[in-house]
C-alpha cells in the first residue's frame, strides 16, 4: 500500500511539474508579447481587480483539487500530533539561515538596478478610472469628436494680477512674455502663445489689410501700435476690433485679472516626471521666465502658472520634496522608538536595515509591475515608503521582541528563534495577510491612483513580510544576543533577571489596566459606546471634498486656480456643458430650424431657472440673451459666430454651457448636476420635441458626480468582500467566531473614532477639508493595518489559553506580555505614518493623521481595554468555533479548565 501511494504520489509530482513548465513556458509568451500588444495591456489594466479575484479563485479550487487527490491516493492516518507550519518554518530556518541570507543578498543585488529606474514608470496623472459608459464620459467622447479643442492636459494658464491690468506696464510685461516664450528652443513642443494682445495683433493686421497696407507693412504697423499704446486707447481707436464675448476670456470684469493661454502639440508621457517629462519641463521654464521678468518691471503684482498642466507638474514636484521631508522624519522616529523600547544601539538598526533592503527589493518589483501591467503613481511611491518602514519593522521588532522574551525566560538562542517564529510568526503572517487583502482590494476599482496604491503596497507588505519570516530570524541565529548591544552578553543576563524580578514583584501597567477591564466588563464597554454616538454623528454628517485639485493647497497652480476663480467667477472655471444630438440636422443655410430653435430655447429657459445656474449660453444664447436664431442675418457677426460655434460637425449637435455660481466642485454643484439631468428626463417624458433626442449632461462638475457615485458604488461592495475574506483568515487562525467578529468590530470603532476626529480637524483645525476619496479608502486601510494589534493580542491570548489557563487569566497575561511591545510597534507605525502630515498633498495628509490616531487609539484603548472587557464577558464561549478549527477546548462539565488543541 505504501508503494501505491509513494507511486501515486510520485506520479502525481511529475504532472504537476509538467503543467507547471508549460504554464510558466505559456506565461513567458505572454509576457514577452505584453509590451507590443496595445490591446493586451488595455485589457490587464481595465481588468486587474477581476484578474486578481479570478487568479485567487484558482488557487482555492487547485488548493480543493489537491486536497481531494490526497484523500484519494489514501494517504495513511498517524496518531502523531502534527507539527504547526510556523514551527517547520522555524526549524527550516534554522537549518538553512545561512543559504537564506545569501539568498537575500542576490536578490537585492538583482532588485538594486531596476529600484532605480522606478521614476521612468511613475505618472503624476490621478485622471483614468472613470467608467466609458457614465454620462459624462459618453458626452466628453461626443464633444471631442463634435468640437475640436486643444489636446487633453497640453495646455498652462498664466494668469496676471494688478491694479489695472490693461495699462501700460502690464502691455509690456505682456509682449515681452510672450516674446520670451516664442523663443526658438525655450519651450518644448510649443505651439502657440495666446494674450488679448496676440488676438489685437491679429484684428489689426486684417484692419491693416483693408487700408492697402501689404501684409509686412500691416504686420509692422500692427507691433507698432501695440507697443505704443494701451489696450484701451487700441479698442477706442477700433470699436469692433475685439469681440466683447472675447474680451470677456481674457480680462476680468474688475480689470485686475488677465489670462495668457500657452498650449502645446503634445501631452505629457503616461510616466511624466516634472523633472524628466518635456512637457512638464515646460511649466517650470515658464514660471522661471516669469520671475526673471519680474525683477525688473513693478506691474503685473501678482503672477501664476495653473491649470491641468501645471497642476500635474506641481503634483509631480510635490512628491519630491515631501519624500526629502518624510524620510529623515520616519527614519528618526523609528531609530529613536525602537532604540527606547529595546534600551539598545545596534537593535533598531537590524529592522530598519533589513525593511530598507525589502523597500528596495519592492521598489523593483514594482518597476516590472509599471512598465508590463499598469502605471504607478508617484504618490504611491511616498505612501511605500511610510507603510513598508511602519509596517515592516513593525513585523520585524515583534518578533526580535518575542526572541529577547523568550532568552529572558531562559532558553537558549536556537530555541528561542524557534519559539519567535512558531508563535510570532503566526501573528505577523495573519497581520499581514489582512494588510494585503485590504490593499488588494483596491485593485477592485477603476479609480487608477487607488489601483496603484492597492498594487504597490499590497507587494511591499508581502516582501516586508518574508523579509521578517526568514531574513531576521537569520541574522539573530548569526549575531545572537550582540543584536541587543550594548545590553548583551553578561549585561543581558542582569537585564534578564531583573525583568523576571520585577514581573514577579509588581504587576505593570498593562497587567493593572487588564484586570481592571477583567473585573469591569460592563463599565468599560459602557464608556465606548459613549464616545462612539457623538463620533457616529460626526461620520456621519461631516461634509467632504470633492476638489482633488486643491489637494495640494500650497502649489502655484491650485492657487492661480483659487485666483482665476476670484477673478473671473468661480462658475467659469470648469463649466457644465449639455450636448444635445438631435436626429436631423438643425443648420440650415446657416440658420437654426424652428424646431432645434424651440427645442433648445425651451431646455435653456428651464435649466437657467435652477437655483446655482448663473448663465447658460448656446446656440439660442449666444451671449447668454435669447435671440433668434432661424434668422442669423439678424444677430451681430460676433453673435453669429459664437452660435455656429456652439453647433457640431455633423450639424446635428447642439452644446449648450452652464456656469455655476458655486465653484465646480462643491456639493451645491454636484447637486445641480443631478438636478439638470432629472430635468432633462422629465422634460423628455413629457416633451415629444425632445424625446428622439440624446441629451447628454458633462463637464468638470458632472466628471466628479459620476466618478464619485462609481467609487462609492465599488467601495460598497468592496467593503463586504474585504470584512469578509478578512474573517474568514480571523476565524481559520483563531478557530473562533466570537474572537474573529471581536476583531472587525473593534477596528470598525477605531475607523470611527478616528475618521470623526480627522473632520474635526480637518474641517474645523486646518479649514482646509476631508477629501470624499479618503473615508472609502480609510476604511480598507485601517482593516489592514488597524487590525494587526488586534491579532498581535487575539493569538497571544490564544497561546496563553492553549497552556492550559482559564480565559480571564489568559487575557490577563497576554496583555501584560505583549504591552509594552505593541504600544511600542503601535508608536512606531503612528510616527512612521503621522510623517504624512508633513506632506504638501491633502490625500497623504488626511491619510498620515488618521491612520496614525487609529493606530494608537487601536493599541491603547482597543486592545487594552475594550478586548479583555468583551473577553472577560464571553468567558468559555470566546473560543466557540468550528469544530476542525478550534485551537482551545473546555471540560464540558466544568467549562473552567481549558484542554490543548493545537
Known amino acids: 500500500m505504501t508503494t ?23 506565461f513567458s509568451a505572454l509576457i514577452l508579447d505584453y509590451q507590443n500588444n496595445r490591446y493586451l495591456r488595455q485589457y490587464v489594466s481595465d481588468n486587474l481587480g477581476t484578474i486578481i479575484v479570478f487568479a485567487i479563485g484558482l488557487l482555492i479550487v ?92 497640453a495646455s498652462a494658464i498664466i494668469l496676471l494680477q494688478g491694479n489695472n491690468v490693461t495699462d501700460n506696464e502690464t502691455k509690456i510685461f505682456t509682449l515681452r512674455l510672450e516674446q520670451r516664450l516664442q523663443a526658438p528652443g525655450v519651450l518644448n513642443s510649443l505651439e502657440n502663445v495666446t ?68 498650449t502645446f502639440s503634445q501631452s505629457p508621457g503616461s510616466f511624466g516626471s516634472a523633472d524628466s517629462d518635456p512637457i512638464l519641463k515646460n511649466v517650470v521654464t515658464m514660471r522661471n521666465i516669469i520671475s526673471q521678468l519680474k525683477a525688473r518691471d513693478p506691474e503685473p503684482l501678482q503672477t501664476y502658472v495653473t491649470g491641468d498642466l501645471a497642476t500635474t507638474a506641481d503634483s509631480s514636484l510635490g512628491s519630491t520634496a515631501d519624500l526629502s521631508r518624510i524620510e529623515p522624519v520616519t527614519i528618526g522616529a523609528i531609530l529613536i522608538l525602537a532604540g527606547l523600547f529595546f534600551f539598545a544601539v545596534v537593535t533598531p538598526f537590524i529592522p530598519l536595515v533589513t525593511v530598507g533592503m525589502a523597500l528596495l527589493m519592492a521598489e523593483g518589483g514594482l518597476y516590472l509591475i509599471g512598465k508590463y501591467i499598469i502605471p504607478i503613481q508617484d504618490t504611491t511611491t511616498t505612501f511605500l515608503f511610510t507603510i513598508m518602514l511602519g509596517v515592516g519593522t513593525d513585523y520585524a521588532i515583534f518578533l526580535m521582541a518575542r526572541y529577547r522574551e523568550e532568552r529572558v525566560e531562559g532558553h537558549d538562542k536556537a530555541q528561542a ?35 496603484s496604491i492597492g498594487v504597490g503596497l499590497g507587494f511591499g507588505v508581502l516582501i516586508a513580510l518574508l523579509v521578517s519570516l526568514t531574513l531576521i530570524p537569520s541574522l539573530i541565529l548569526i549575531a545572537g544576543d550582540r543584536i541587543f548591544w550594548p545590553t548583551s552578553g553578561k549585561r543581558f543576563e542582569a537585564y534578564a533577571a531583573r525583568a523576571r524580578k520585577r514581573r514577579a514583584e509588581r504587576p505593570g501597567y498593562f497587567r493593572r489596566a487588564a484586570s481592571f477591564s477583567v473585573r469591569r466588563p460592563i463599565l468599560v464597554l459602557g464608556l465606548a459606546l459613549v464616545i462612539s454616538i457623538p463620533a457616529i454623528y460626526i461620520s456621519l454628517a461631516g461634509s467632504t471634498s470633492y476638489d482633488f485639485a486643491a489637494g495640494l493647497p500650497q502649489a502655484e497652480s491650485v492657487k492661480g486656480i483659487t485666483a482665476l476663480e476670484q477673478s473671473f467667477g468661480a ?10 444630438q438631435f436626429p436631423v440636422p438643425i443648420l440650415v443655410n446657416g440658420n437654426l430650424t424652428a424646431s432645434a430653435q424651440a427645442s433648445l430655447e425651451k431646455l435653456s429657459q428651464n435649466i437657467i431657472k435652477l437655483s446655482n445656474v448663473k448663465e447658460v449660453t448656446g446656440p439660442t444664447r ?82 466628479t458626480l459620476d466618478f464619485a457615485n462609481e467609487t462609492v ?162 468567558g468559555p464561549r470566546a473560543w ?9 477546548r473546555f471540560d464540558k462539565k466544568s467549562e473552567q479548565q481549558p484542554s490543548n488543541n493545537a
Open 4 to 26: 501505491r501511494t509513494g507511486s501515486s504520489q510520485a506520479q502525481l509530482v511529475g504532472i504537476f511539474v509538467l503543467v507547471l513548465i508549460v504554464s510558466l513556458a505559456e
Open 62 to 153: 487547485a488548493g480543493g483539487a489537491g486536497y481531494v487527490v490526497s484523500r484519494r491516493l489514501g494517504v495513511p492516518k498517524t496518531t502523531a500530533p502534527s507539527v504547526p507550519t510556523f514551527a517547520r518554518i522555524g526549524s527550516f530556518v534554522g537549518r538553512r539561515y545561512k543559504i537564506i541570507i545569501v539568498f537575500w543578498i542576490l536578490l537585492f543585488a538583482a532588485s538594486f538596478p531596476l529600484s532605480q529606474q522606478l521614476s521612468q514608470v511613475t505618472t503624476s496623472s490621478t485622471s483614468g478610472g472613470q467608467s466609458s459608459s457614465s454620462q459624462s464620459a459618453l458626452a466628453q467622447n461626443l464633444m471631442a469628436q463634435e468640437f475640436p479643442h486643444p489636446r487633453a492636459n
Open 195 to 262: 494674450t488679448i494682445y496676440s488676438i489685437a495683433r491679429i484684428a489689426l493686421i486684417g484692419a491693416y489689410l483693408q487700408q492697402g497696407y501689404n501684409f509686412t507693412a500691416a504686420q509692422s504697423s500692427a507691433n507698432q501700435t501695440l507697443w505704443a499704446d494701451t489696450l484701451p486707447e487700441i479698442l477706442s481707436q477700433y470699436p469692433k476690433l475685439i469681440p466683447s464675448a472675447i474680451l470677456q476670456n481674457f480680462i476680468s470684469p474688475d480689470k485686475k485679472g488677465m489670462i495668457i493661454l500657452v
Open 417 to 451: 528563534v524557534q519559539t519567535s517564529i512558531t508563535w510570532s510568526g503566526e501573528s505577523i503572517a495573519t497581520s499581514a495577510t489582512t494588510v494585503i487583502i485590504a490593499f488588494g482590494a483596491m485593485t477592485l476599482t477603476s479609480f487608477t491612483l487607488l489601483r
Open 571 to 580: 462658475g467659469q472655471i470648469g463649466p457644465t456643458q449639455v450636448l444635445v
Open 622 to 703: 449666444p451671449n447668454g440673451i435669447p435671440v433668434n436664431a432661424t434668422n442669423t442675418s439678424s444677430v451681430t457677426p460676433e453673435e453669429r459666430q459664437t452660435i455656429l460655434g456652439s453647433i457640431g460637425k455633423d450639424y446635428r449637435t447642439a452644446m449648450l454651457t452652464v456656469l455655476f455660481a458655486d465653484e465646480p466642485f462643491t456639493q451645491n454643484s454636484l447637486n445641480t448636476v443631478t438636478q439638470i439631468r432629472n430635468l432633462v428626463t422629465n422634460l423628455q417624458s413629457s416633451d415629444p420635441s425632445l424625446a428622439q433626442d440624446t441629451i447628454l449632461v458633462g463637464g468638470a462638475s458632472a466628471s
Open 713 to 874: 458604488n465599488q467601495f460598497n461592495t468592496i467593503r463586504v468582500l474585504t470584512v469578509a475574506a478578512i474573517f474568514v483568515v480571523l476565524l481559520v487562525v483563531l478557530g473562533s467566531y466570537p474572537l474573529a467578529i471581536t476583531g472587525i468590530l473593534s477596528i470598525g470603532l477605531s475607523i470611527i473614532w478616528a475618521y470623526a476626529a480627522t473632520l474635526l480637524f480637518f474641517n474645523n483645525v486646518l479649514q482646509s477639508g476631508v477629501l470624499f476619496i479618503i473615508p472609502l479608502v480609510l476604511f480598507l486601510l485601517l482593516y489592514g493595518i488597524g487590525m494587526d494589534y488586534n491579532i498581535f493580542i487575539l493569538t497571544r491570548i490564544r497561546e496563553e489559553a492553549q497552556k492550559g489557563k482559564e480565559t480571564r487569566q489568559a487575557v490577563v497575561d497576554a496583555v501584560d506580555r505583549t504591552g509594552g511591545i505593541i504600544t511600542a510597534l503601535a508608536l512606531i507605525l503612528a510616527g512612521a505614518l503621522g510623517s504624512l502630515l508633513l506632506s504638501s498633498n491633502r490625500l497623504l495628509e488626511g491619510f498620515g493623521f488618521a491612520i496614525a490616531l487609529a493606530v494608537v487609539l487601536d493599541a491603547m484603548v482597543v486592545r487594552t481595554y475594550l478586548v479583555p472587557a468583551i473577553m472577560s464577558l464571553l
Open 880 to 888: 466557540w468555533g468550528p469544530n476542525r478549527l478550534r485551537r482551545v
